[in-house]
């Protein structure tokens, strides 16, 4: 923990000893009678960031997973990314790829077909917003 000293959200007061808001660590407060006064005017920014964190924390859980699976299946192999992208191709993203299919194909757990399938739709999603935005801001065009 640092020594630098913060400042209570309530009521200003400076120390080494201020203890930060568990939910959203984003406040500071000196002691409990500071943070339920401060909680009405704090409640929904703590919520909000609370939320962002758990989401960050989930996106990167799921993504070491993805990379496990990846990984402990080849699927980034010039083959096995071929067989992948043909499969994406044939049936559409927005149709989904079957992931008991997809599971017999690799040699992996329906389980494990789900995570890495939902996470290229993430990929696929972000790209097309990402080329979207672009477009919009006259990227790409000639």
């Known amino acids: 923990m640092s020594t630098a000293n ?6 200003g007061a400076e120390s080494a000893s201020i203890k930060r808001c568990v939910s959203c660590k984003s406040v500071w407060y ?3 009678e500071c ?5 009405q005017s704090h409640k929904a920014k703590c919520k909000a960031i ?5 989401q960050a924390d989930s996106h990167e859980i799921h993504k070491k997973e993805f990379d496990r699976i990846r990984t402990q299946y ?3 192999t010039p083959e096995n990314a071929e067989k992948i992208a043909n499969m994406l191709a044939e049936t559409g993203v927005n149709e989904g790829v079957s992931a008991p299919k997809f599971a017999e194909m690799f040699g992996m757990s329906t389980t494990e077909a789900v995570v890495f399938l939902e996470w290229i739709k993430v990929g696929i999603k972000f790209k097309e917003e990402t080329l979207d935005t672009a477009k919009a801001a006259g990227f790409g065009n000639k």
């Open 6 to 11: 913060h400042q209570c959200a309530a009521c």
């Open 30 to 32: 000196c002691g409990r």
């Open 35 to 39: 943070q339920v006064s401060d909680w």
């Open 50 to 54: 609370a939320a962002d964190i758990a």
């Open 74 to 76: 080849g699927l980034s």
